[in-house]
């Protein structure tokens, strides 16, 4: 069968908890990936064959079956580069994992960053279609560029932070648009974050000094009380 017409990665994520998946599935996607979701042993030999993945995802516990007999499979059937999750870490089920054709192993719970490193770095190992680069991002007098992680106001450079950069982006991405607080914390911050979300309002005000934003009459960043933030529009932000 031909390869299917795409330029973007497709990761098939084998995972039944619905927690894990949606938001990783969401990860995937901002870092220009095409998630394919299933939840079951079944599920995933047969997206193998239908979907084409570049790359799976598997859960070693599934509701079905075990993730090394899936992984044995999938192995037997093709080459596709396999990364392993498991809830145990010891160093013996580690080499189990690779040695059943793993190409890696990641241990629950997970950074979603993290794991977007190790995906890319087998990809590269492996040859694979490498994800879509993410494209520049412009909001009026805002330009942001994720690939280069640079950010610039009316042409002059923004000395932004890791954290500063991402809110920012997450924002210039939904213009016009409230971002609840609970999706910046999960994007930027990853879906494990269990301290106070308070940091976010720190950073946000950060963020704000930077673009020389005044809280009380905002011309880009305006708090939606209980909810979370907004980049307002360029329409909006005119005087």
């Not at 299917?4 to 990860?27: G, K, M, N, Y």
């Not at 509701?63 to 013996?92: F, K």
């Not at 991002?137 to 280069?148: F, I, M, N, S």
């Amino acid at each position: 069968m031909a390869a299917p017409t795409r330029s973007s990665a497709r990761i098939l994520v084998v995972e039944d908890e619905e927690s894990i998946a949606t938001p990783f599935s969401e990860t995937l996607r901002r870092a220009g990936f095409e998630p394919v979701v299933t939840g079951t042993a079944a599920g995933a030999l047969e997206l193998a064959e239908s979907a084409e993945p570049d790359l799976v995802l598997l859960d070693l516990a599934l509701p079905d079956g075990d993730g090394r007999d899936v992984c044995l499979e999938l192995r037997r059937r093709s080459d596709v580069p396999i990364v392993m999750v498991t809830a145990r870490g010891t160093e013996t089920d580690r080499v189990v994992g690779l040695e059943l054709g793993a190409d890696d192993y990641v241990v629950k719970p997970f950074s979603g960053r993290e794991v977007i490193s190790r995906i890319r770095a087998v990809l590269r190992r492996t040859g694979a279609r490498p994800a879509e680069p993410a494209a520049p991002l412009r909001v009026g007098d805002l330009e942001l560029d994720p690939e280069a992680r640079s950010a610039a106001l009316c042409g002059e450079r923004l000395d932004l932070s890791r954290k500063e950069f991402d809110l920012l982006a997450e924002l210039m991405r939904s213009p016009g648009r409230v971002v609840k607080r609970e999706d910046l914390m999960a994007r930027v911050w990853d879906r494990n974050w269990f301290g106070s979300t308070k940091t976010l309002d720190v950073h946000i005000g950060w963020l704000r000094r930077k673009l020389g934003d005044d809280p009380s009459g905002p011309r880009f960043i305006e708090t939606v009380r209980g909810i979370g933030f907004r980049l307002l529009t360029p329409e909006e932000s005119q005087p």
